[in-house]
């Protein structure tokens, strides 16, 4: 896990989230504290106060990081047509949760909505309107049923996000099981907002 413990090396902010996501990904976030990240470094906990203004700053940076990762995965996706791209968005979601479990629950500390009395998160709510934005196209292509594209996106990202869940649980016997329920999720969602129930 980044430098061995008591060596002296450069200390930099990239350094401390470094050390940090490591330490998160390995043990949690109950055990991550900024004493014992100042002890893996060889450094003094005062010093880290120059990078960072407490633990909660840097949660926030290593969230913000991994929503960053999450954006670059949307962007990635070339998929002209709006509903094979809100397909490969739910994918590349369900496949960043599983690239690292910690980080990804980490990341839902912090709102991509507005939520009454709380202040948006900007690089979670960069990461939600990038998933929108197929949605607004697929209505406006008359692909999606529905004149509420948030309330669309949402209904997606909330079934999709449940697929990430259950597969961090452990519900699926192999990889193969995890794309069909993926699959099956995305597929059935969809449909739904194709041929919505009636009023």
Known sequence: MGQAVGMRV?????LLIETAREQLESE???QLSLRGLARHLGVTA???YAYVKDKDDLLEALATEHFEALVQRFDAIEEADPLER???LSRAYVLHALSSPALFHLMFRYPPTPVPGVEAFPPSTQAFEAASAATADAIAAG????ADPSLASMTMWAAIH????VLLLGFTADEQ???ELMDSVIN?????QIHPLPD
């Open 177 to 179: 099981a995890s794309l």
């Open 143 to 146: 692909q999606i049923a529905s």
């Open 46 to 48: 005062p010093a880290l």
């Open 10 to 14: 450069p200390l930099t902010r990239e």
């Open 188 to 192: 059935t969602v969809l449909a739904g």
């Open 86 to 88: 809100i397909r490969a």
């Open 28 to 30: 949690g976030v109950g």
């Open 162 to 165: 449940g697929v990430a869940e």
